[in-house]
């Protein structure tokens, strides 16, 4: 039996009108090239859309998602949109921005193993195992998943910046700045974590 989920078609429906009432160029003005400033690299929690939580326009924004916001320097996918952005859109800024509460993070560092899922999270949970020293001393167990949160999005900026990418980018005079940004899906409220970096010289130091 089909399932063609005639509701979702009656809402977008609902959704475009509503937005031409309210703006009446906003579909013309999404019509038109692309011309983003920012790249977002976030993670796929449906909780943290970066047009929304930024209040920007669609066409100010080139998002990729993935689960932990990880930057896999072989993933072919964050290459490819990574390479679109900086070369083509010419975007300014590329931010990470990883979220607390994360699933992906707290799976990084859970028991259970195994799945295809565990590969993708390995990085995070390197990370973790290098830092356990670290993570033991903090008394609350959401406060060590918290920090591992943010050692994670330190963790992908400085991954990015390591790029050929990034670097040519840098190399050749390219305005590019990289940035750490942190979620609070409980207060809506976005934090700069950092780090910033916007030359390989900044990165090396
Ligand atoms: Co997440």
Not at 90 to 115: L, T
Request: hydrophobic letters at 40%; proline letters at 4%.
């Amino acid at each position: 039996m089909s399932q063609t989920l005639d509701h979702l078609f009656d809402r977008n429906v609902t959704w475009a009108n509503e937005k031409t009432r309210l703006d009446p160029d906003y579909f013309r003005r999404m019509a038109e090239q692309q011309t983003p400033d920012y790249l977002w690299i976030g993670c796929s929690d449906s909780r943290v859309t970066a047009i929304d939580l930024l209040s920007l326009d669609p066409v100010a924004c080139f998002v990729h998602r993935n689960i932990a916001n990880i930057v896999h320097t072989s993933d072919l996918n964050i290459l490819s949109v990574l390479e679109f952005a900086i070369d083509t859109l010419r975007v300014r800024h590329v931010i990470v921005c990883g979220h607390y509460g994360c699933g992906g993070v707290y799976r990084a560092i859970a028991v259970q193993r195994g799945a295809m899922l565990d590969h993708w999270l390995q990085p995070l949970t390197m990370l973790y195992r290098k830092h356990r020293a670290h993570f033991d001393r903090i008394p609350r167990p959401e406060d060590r998943l918290d920090r591992l949160c943010e050692i994670n999005i330190e963790m992908q900026v400085r991954r990015l910046a390591a790029t050929p990418l990034v670097e040519n980018a840098w190399r050749r005079g390219q305005e590019l700045y990289l940035h750490g940004w942190i979620y609070g899906i409980h207060d809506g409220l976005l934090r700069d974590l950092g780090p910033h970096l916007s030359s390989v010289e900044e990165r090396d130091q």
